[in-house]
């Protein structure tokens, strides 16, 4: 069965960096779209980044532009999320994600950015 686990959540000071993971079984990943999402509390999961299937291209939503960076491992089957001057804003849990016929999730990894 699929199985999607991240890591790399913390807490950070404002302005610091964070690198998430997200290992990836029970498919096969190199042929898959693999995305990045978070939910803030009180406010809707919203979709943070995508990358394609061999990598060659990424999108990523207006608020993490120039400061995040999705990537992936098509040998290690791992997908990251790559955070810099991270901001308070940030603040939430991070999802990792594919869609094969329906929505898949990972339990997801709590960011904090705080002084």
């Known amino acids: 069965q699929v199985q999607l686990v991240e890591s790399g959540g913390g807490l950070v000071q404002p302005g610091g960096s964070l690198r998430l993971s997200c290992a990836a079984s029970?498919?096969?990943?190199?042929?898959?779209?693999m995305s990045w999402y978070r939910q803030a509390p009180g406010k809707e999961r919203e979709l943070v980044a995508t990358?394609?299937?061999?990598?060659?291209?990424?999108n990523y939503a207006d608020s993490v532009k120039g400061r995040f960076s999705i990537s992936r491992d098509n040998v290690k089957n791992t997908v990251y999320l790559q955070m810099n001057t991270l901001k308070p804003e940030d603040t939430a849990v991070y999802y990792c994600?594919?869609?094969?016929?329906?929505?898949?999730w990972g339990q997801g990894t709590q960011v904090t950015v705080s002084s």
């Open positions: 994600n594919t869609v094969i016929g329906t929505d898949y």
């Open positions: 029970g498919f096969t990943f190199r042929l898959w779209r």
């Open positions: 990358i394609s299937s061999g990598g060659g291209s990424t």
